[in-house]
């Protein structure tokens, strides 16, 4: 029996083979530089993406730190130029009425009618040379009536000039209550020093507004002296009232030199770098200054920047493994197609449990707030359209902090955990939207929902709460309760916005917490 031979003769097979093996490493090397090349593609557009995204959340940073500080700038100036007005219009009438004795009632009267129309204003007085309080808002003059020591007196006794004067901040004798001293010099008719008409301002004033706006818990507002001494700081520190931030970077190489800026930099006693907005009134020797710490001002491109580098991780170990498959597999083409198949439908599944957690608070099981902020704006739109009104309630964990302090973070996770299981448990409708808005915050959204439902919701809400019964030493109530703010817009009304829906059920909320926690305030 003959023997088959095998097809081609040895040196055609040599040949074949090697055209193969040329082939198969053409192949395989165009595949390795092709993957190469699309990761390196990826990884420098996701690091252009992220370094434009950089500067954007900076620039809004410094926006809306500059924005804060015109307002609060404009705020101060409108103060002291009402101040400023009010001691001119009485300095005036004391030059042509005179200081004698027999004009005190009068000036009396006045002084108690204009402190009365102005609520800033904790009291109007008058001193002669002597230092003695000669006239006053108030129905008695103190016990010790001498004033003498006050270092507005002294700055008016051994300076001329007949303008205001913005001194330190004081503790008043009669009142005990913090306040901001802004006086004049009075002058007897041959120019020589006849008393000091002083105007305090209450600083109780600036806190009062202050606290309407939403700040951080590392943001600082401060109105400062020319000199760099604090007059007011909010978040309100009243050991930090009357230091200075005079050796700082911020105040030497910033506030001293120009009349107003945005810049990043540190306070002396606070290494953290932060962006800083400061503007001079033009008027008065003060300082307006907003500050977010970097951490805050990043937040949002932090979170945006991991979503960003997992997604490209995962894109680079999924080319590469891809560009393995194929590169061992080269001569199995359709195993290969069906590999490639296999990897899309896992990249698929995979985008899809991305998008799953990119839209859900890890922690409490809600919708987080990126969520919210996407289904806030489609919501806003469809009122729009249905004339129809948008209800929102925003609540804040009272004393959570102090919560946190006692028992630990482990303990306020669960008890995070509590609030959201609450809240997914609620008959809410399926438009209806529950999230967790940041931190102790949470925020329910309630189309076609008037005032009385929403609050129908908040109380249900602050009744479940309640009923968790989670122990809270540091809660005057014993245990864990909540502040709630509602507010109920009517978007068709061409006057509401999102962003003044969120500002306005968020100032609820604030005045539930002023009022004293543990309720719920409707804007």
Same mark, same amino acid.
């Given at each position: 029996?003959?023997?088959?031979?095998?097809f081609?003769s040895?040196?055609?097979?040599?040949?074949?083979?090697a055209?193969?093996?040329?082939? &198969?490493?053409?192949?395989?090397?165009q595949?390795?530089?092709s993957?190469?090349?699309?990761?390196?593609?990826?990884?420098?557009?996701?690091?252009l993406?992220?370094?434009?995204?950089?500067?954007?959340?900076?620039?809004?940073?410094?926006? /809306?730190?500059? /924005?804060l500080?015109?307002?609060?700038?404009?705020h101060?100036s409108?103060?002291f130029?009402?101040a400023?007005a009010?001691l001119?219009?009485l300095?005036?009438?004391?030059h042509q009425?005179?200081?004698?004795?027999?004009?005190w009632?009068?000036?009396?009267?006045l002084?108690?009618?204009k402190?009365?129309?102005l609520?800033?204003?904790?009291?109007?007085?008058?001193?002669d040379?002597?230092?003695?309080?000669?006239?006053?808002?108030?129905d008695?003059?103190?016990?010790?009536?001498?004033?003498?020591d006050?270092?507005? #007196?002294?700055?008016?006794?051994?300076?001329?000039?007949?303008?205001?004067?913005?001194g330190?901040?004081?503790?008043? &004798?009669?009142?005990?209550?913090?306040?901001?001293?802004?006086?004049r010099?009075?002058?007897n008719?041959?120019?020589?020093?006849?008393?000091?008409?002083?105007?305090?301002?209450?600083i109780s004033?600036?806190?009062?507004?202050?606290?309407k706006?939403?700040?951080s818990d590392?943001?600082?507002?401060?109105?400062?002296?020319?000199n760099g001494?604090?007059?007011?700081?909010?978040?309100? /520190?009243?050991?930090?009232?009357?230091?200075?931030?005079?050796?700082?970077?911020?105040?030497?190489?910033n506030?001293?030199q120009?009349?107003?800026?945005?810049?990043?930099?540190?306070?002396?006693?606070?290494p953290q770098?932060?962006?800083y907005?400061?503007?001079h009134?033009k008027?008065?020797p003060?300082?307006?200054?907003?500050?977010?710490?970097?951490?805050?001002?990043?937040?949002?491109?932090?979170?945006?920047?991991?979503?960003?580098?997992?997604?490209?991780?995962? #894109?680079v170990l999924?080319?590469s493994l891809?560009?393995?498959l194929?590169?061992?597999?080269?001569?199995?083409?359709?195993?290969?197609?069906?590999?490639?198949?296999?990897a899309?439908?896992?990249?698929?599944?995979?985008?899809?449990?991305?998008?799953?957690?990119?839209?859900?608070?890890?922690?409490?099981?809600l919708?987080?707030?990126?969520h919210?902020?996407?289904?806030?704006?489609?919501?806003?739109?469809?009122a729009?359209e249905?004339?129809r009104?948008?209800?929102?309630?925003?609540l804040?964990?009272d004393?959570?902090?102090?919560?946190?302090?006692?028992?630990?973070?482990?303990?306020?996770?669960?008890?995070?955990?509590?609030?959201g299981?609450t809240?997914?448990?609620?008959?809410?409708?399926?438009?209806?939207l529950?999230?967790?808005?940041?931190?102790?915050?949470?925020?329910?959204?309630l189309?076609?929902?008037?005032k009385?439902?929403?609050?129908a919701?908040a109380?249900?809400i602050?009744d479940?709460i309640?009923?968790?019964?989670?122990?809270h030493r540091g809660?005057p109530?014993?245990?864990?309760?909540?502040?709630?703010g509602?507010?109920?817009?009517?978007?068709?009304?061409?006057?509401?916005?999102?962003s003044?829906l969120?500002v306005?059920?968020?100032?609820?909320?604030?005045e539930?917490k002023?009022l004293?926690?543990n309720r719920?305030?409707?804007?």
């Amino acid at each position: 029996m003959r023997k088959t031979r095998p097809f081609g003769s040895p040196r055609q097979r040599v040949r074949n083979s090697a055209v193969y093996g040329h082939q &198969r490493f053409t192949l395989l090397f165009q595949l390795g530089a092709s993957a190469v090349l699309l990761i390196l593609a990826l990884i420098v557009l996701n690091s252009l993406h992220l370094w434009r995204t950089y500067h954007q959340a900076l620039a809004r940073s410094q926006t /809306n730190t500059a /924005n804060l500080t015109q307002a609060l700038t404009q705020h101060a100036s409108d103060t002291f130029v009402q101040a400023e007005a009010t001691l001119e219009e009485l300095a005036e009438m004391i030059h042509q009425q005179g200081m004698d004795p027999d004009k005190w009632p009068v000036l009396h009267r006045l002084f108690k009618e204009k402190t009365q129309g102005l609520q800033q204003i904790d009291a109007i007085s008058l001193y002669d040379a002597r230092g003695r309080m000669l006239v006053t808002a108030a129905d008695n003059l103190p016990s010790v009536n001498d004033f003498s020591d006050r270092d507005y #007196f002294r700055y008016h006794r051994d300076h001329p000039d007949l303008t205001i004067h913005i001194g330190q901040v004081i503790r008043s &004798r009669m009142t005990q209550e913090l306040i901001l001293p802004l006086s004049r010099r009075l002058d007897n008719s041959d120019g020589s020093f006849a008393g000091v008409l002083l105007e305090s301002v209450m600083i109780s004033h600036f806190r009062n507004f202050y606290t309407k706006f939403v700040i951080s818990d590392d943001s600082t507002l401060m109105m400062l002296l020319n000199n760099g001494t604090v007059l007011y700081r909010h978040p309100y /520190n009243e050991k930090a009232i009357g230091t200075t931030i005079a050796d700082s970077p911020l105040y030497k190489d910033n506030i001293r030199q120009n009349q107003s800026g945005t810049v990043n930099s540190a306070l002396a006693n606070d290494p953290q770098s932060m962006v800083y907005s400061y503007e001079h009134l033009k008027q008065f020797p003060v300082i307006i200054t907003s500050g977010v710490s970097m951490d805050q001002a990043l937040a949002d491109w932090r979170h945006d920047a991991i979503s960003h580098a997992v997604m490209t991780l995962i #894109f680079v170990l999924m080319i590469s493994l891809v560009c393995l498959l194929l590169m061992r597999q080269v001569r199995a083409r359709m195993r290969i197609e069906l590999e490639l198949i296999h990897a899309q439908q896992e990249l698929r599944k995979l985008n899809r449990s991305l998008e799953k957690l990119a839209r859900s608070d890890g922690l409490t099981g809600l919708y987080n707030r990126r969520h919210f902020d996407l289904v806030f704006k489609n919501e806003f739109n469809r009122a729009i359209e249905l004339r129809r009104p948008l209800g929102l309630i925003l609540l804040d964990i009272d004393f959570f902090k102090q919560y946190n302090d006692i028992y630990g973070h482990v303990a306020g996770d669960e008890c995070l955990r509590l609030i959201g299981n609450t809240l997914r448990a609620l008959p809410l409708r399926q438009r209806d939207l529950a999230a967790r808005y940041g931190g102790e915050e949470f925020i329910v959204l309630l189309p076609e929902t008037d005032k009385t439902g929403a609050l129908a919701v908040a109380g249900r809400i602050q009744d479940k709460i309640g009923q968790l019964e989670i122990q809270h030493r540091g809660s005057p109530v014993g245990s864990i309760s909540a502040s709630i703010g509602i507010y109920v817009g009517l978007p068709f009304s061409e006057v509401d916005t999102p962003s003044k829906l969120v500002v306005r059920v968020d100032a609820a909320l604030y005045e539930a917490k002023r009022l004293g926690r543990n309720r719920i305030c409707e804007a």
